[in-house]
């Protein structure tokens, strides 16, 4: 005779399937709940400093623009000086201020700080990654402002440092020249690198703005070019006005200020082109800002 067949016990349903709060659910019963070991705190612009200077100095890009920088203001400087002293006899550069030819390296070079400025904004539109930027710091304007610090930062002493160097340079080159004063030095050092910081926080501004790279570095280079070439093909006696006022406030003239070397003897002087470059890239940074809180990502 056959024994009956008892079904097996079977083991106690588990808790989320019961219907009943796991370990570290907070339950109505008055069981506690769970505590994060993590530390919550209140983001402010130190954290989105932080993540900005962690993106420009961990992209590969941004080594590569500021190394070509580097090397067109110190090369550059460096071969026109040479070229400048195997052509000079003894008193041919008497009373010129010798600071003056690290004017050429710094023209060109103004190109990558324009480009980098561009796309320390633009690029992340055209990756998507500032969808990511924008969850991870939903405040726009401290994500603007941070971009605008560490990029003005880092603008600043990369060209304070190039600019020394070939300034130093032309002082122990040019025995023939005049020594320069203190106000010559810091407008050929300090001056020349905050404007040259400036006009790149002017395109990082212009790239939050247009949101597309290279329509952002061809506004910004016909900015810095475009003046200058007009002006030399504007004949016209009618037109003696405007091409005086484009000479002037070039960008090219502006950045010769600095070193006493104007195309003009009238238009700006003194500090004039850092005021300019202040007020112009202040202005550009109101309207990124305003369309950035009125914009979608």
């Known amino acids: 005779m056959s024994t009956p067949q008892h079904p097996a016990p079977q083991a106690a349903a588990p808790a989320w399937q019961a219907g009943q709060p796991g370990p570290g659910y907070a339950a109505p019963g008055g069981h506690p709940g769970y ?37 067109l203001v110190v090369g550059i400087g460096l ?39 561009v796309m320390t904004t ?18 726009r304007g401290r994500v603007l402002a ?22 130093l340079v032309d002082v122990a080159l040019f025995t023939d020249a005049r020594e320069p004063s203190a106000g010559e030095w810091l407008k050929g050092t300090v001056g020349v690198s905050l404007y040259m910081a400036l006009l790149g926080l002017l395109s990082l501004a212009v790239g939050s703005v247009i949101r597309h790279s290279a329509g952002a570095i061809t506004i910004m280079i016909a900015l810095v070019l475009a003046p200058l070439v007009i002006a030399l093909f504007m004949f016209s006696s009618s037109l003696e006005d405007l091409r005086q006022a484009l000479f002037e406030y070039s960008i090219p003239n502006q950045l010769s200020v600095f070193y006493s070397n104007s195309l003009t003897e009238s238009g700006p002087s003194g500090w004039d082109p850092l ?5 112009v890239t202040a202005v550009a940074f109101a309207a990124a800002f305003s369309l950035l809180e009125k914009r979608d990502v």
């Open 35 to 71: 505590t994060s070991p993590i530390p919550v705190v209140r983001t402010h612009l130190g954290h989105a400093l932080a993540s900005e200077w962690t993106k420009i100095r961990s992209v590969r890009s941004t080594m590569w623009t500021l190394g070509v920088f580097v090397l």
């Open 79 to 117: 071969m026109t000086s040479l070229l400048v002293a195997a052509n000079t006899t003894e008193g041919d550069l008497s009373g010129e201020n010798p600071l003056s030819f690290g004017f050429f390296g710094l023209l060109l070079g103004s190109m990558c700080l324009i480009t980098l400025g």
């Open 122 to 139: 633009a690029s992340e539109y055209g990756t998507g990654m500032i969808r990511t930027t924008m969850v991870a710091c939903p405040s």
């Open 146 to 167: 941070a971009k605008g610090i560490v990029f003005f930062s880092v603008a600043f002493v990369v060209t304070l440092v190039s600019a020394g160097i070939i300034a």
């Open 275 to 279: 005021w300019i470059a202040l007020g």
